[in-house]
Nanobody, 119 residues
């Protein structure tokens, strides 16, 4: 039905930057909301940021002023600056999708991409 393919993770030193991308494809009518979550070892998955088709954004307090989410149609980006060791986690793309000829919205997840920030 829908595939979310992420890219851009990696290893970076504290203070550095990374840019994550996530492209959605499949039987998509629209994607009202796309976002990024992260999960660190031993912790629950948490929202990092999300963005609507209208461009409204929401950020976790821990990343405000450092991360910027943006999107271009069915691709969402996360620009991460001033990275800290505590940002180390697996980052997951998330999309609430309206499918072609199917009522309702459905949530899809990417496979996750590792971000490691060394001190």
């Amino acid at each position: 039905q829908v595939q979310l393919v992420e890219s851009g993770g990696g290893l970076v030193q504290a203070g550095g930057s990374l840019r994550l991308s996530c492209a959605a494809s499949g039987s998509i009518s629209s994607i009202p909301v796309m976002g990024w979550y992260r999960q660190a070892p031993g912790k629950q998955r948490e929202l990092v940021a999300h963005i609507t088709t209208g461009g409204s954004t929401n950020y976790a307090d821990s990343v405000k002023g450092r991360f910027t989410i943006s999107r271009d149609k069915n691709t969402v980006y996360l620009q991460m600056n001033s990275l800290k060791p505590e940002d180390t986690a697996v980052y997951f793309c998330n999309a609430d999708v309206k499918l072609v000829q199917v009522a309702g919205s459905y949530t899809f997840w990417g496979q996750g991409t590792q971000v490691t920030v060394s001190s």
